[in-house]
């Protein structure tokens, strides 16, 4: 069964603090996306991920930086923490383009920054 | 920039109404996806359509893509309150893309 996993369902940071978001599939997807998820904008792309060490910025990167060292790994990294990252945010992975497009979402990481 | 604009935003509706929800775009899309996203979960999804006119049937709900593949639409019949949740189309760039645009979702409560 496939399996996307995030490291906490809920955080409470402080402005200012690093926070680090992780996430682990276990599908050997070669895709893997960052996205934050707001009342009333939908989801929005924030960093995407076709390969290790490879990036590609989203709709939404600043204030943001990502990290995939491992094929089954991807982070998400807030250097700075602000009130305004406070979201809810959800890492997916897929396969590669033409194999299917479907995208396998985690449970997602509902961050609050004070 | 492609859009999908979903329709309606929010749905409250008794147990046993028929129901459905719209995904259109001014943009063609190479496949369209419905996903449902239960409170504090990741959105799953329910089914991918991909030739332009294609209808498929999941038990009660019903999915079309429109013949010209720019918009697509989401029947439920009979609605149960397991139905509840926010349900999100999502669209694959024309000319291949891992990328996916998501609608902002519908909102549907289904009161028992």
């Known amino acids: 069964d496939v399996k996307v996993t995030q490291s906490s369902r809920y955080l409470v940071k402080r402005t200012g603090e690093k926070v680090f978001l992780e996430c682990v599939q276990d599908?050997?997807?070669?895709?893997m996306f960052w996205y934050r998820q707001d009342p009333g904008l939908g989801l929005r792309l924030i960093y995407f991920s076709y390969d290790v060490k490879m990036k590609e910025k989203g709709d939404i990167p600043e204030g943001y930086s990502v990290s995939r060292e491992k094929k089954e790994r991807f982070s998400l990294i807030l250097e700075s923490a602000s009130t305004n990252q406070t979201s809810m945010y959800l890492c997916?992975?897929?396969?590669?383009?033409?194999?299917?497009?479907?995208?396998?979402f985690g449970p997602g990481t509902r961050l609050l920054v004070l | 920039t492609q859009l999908l604009e979903q329709s309606p935003q929010f749905l409250s509706i008794q147990e046993g109404e028929n129901l459905t929800v719209y995904c259109n775009s001014s943009s063609v899309f190479s496949s369209l996806q419905w996903y449902r996203q239960e409170p504090g979960e990741g959105p799953v999804l329910l089914v991918t359509?991909?030739?332009?006119?294609e209808v498929k049937k999941l038990k009660r709900l019903t999915f079309q893509f429109g013949d010209a593949r720019k918009d697509s639409s989401l029947h439920i019949t009979a609605a149960q309150p397991g139905d509840t949740g926010l349900y999100l189309c999502a669209g694959e760039a024309q000319g291949g893309s891992e990328k996916l645009v998501f609608g902002k979702g519908t909102k549907l409560t289904v009161n028992p």
């Open positions: 997916a992975s897929s396969p590669p383009w033409g194999a299917e497009e479907t995208q396998y």
């Open positions: 599908m050997d997807h070669e895709n």
């Open positions: 359509v991909v030739t332009g006119g």
